[in-house]
């Protein structure tokens, strides 16, 4: 996955985990992101990378503002 690739998808999650988290700082979000991001980063299978970041960032931002969080 290219830089271009990869930030597109890292905004993409981004922006919808800040609709679902309204009151998290945007940067908090995105540092999750990137972080799960990096850890998936050399996997083999990049198809799933979006899917699994963002899962594992929503549950992370579950545990530190589960309060804040809107659910659909």
């Known amino acids: 996955m290219s830089y271009a690739e990869s930030e597109s998808t890292i905004l993409k999650v981004v922006d919808r ?3 679902r988290f309204p009151g998290a700082p945007k940067t908090r979000i995105a540092e ?3 972080e799960e991001y990096e850890s998936l980063a050399s ?3 990049r198809i799933y990378i979006p899917t699994l970041i963002e899962n594992a960032a929503r549950n992370r ?3 530190e503002f589960d309060s804040l969080a ?3």
């Open 17 to 19: 985990l800040a609709v």
């Open 32 to 34: 999750i992101v990137r």
């Open 43 to 45: 996997g083999r299978i």
């Open 61 to 63: 931002l579950h545990s």
């Open 70 to 72: 809107t659910f659909d």
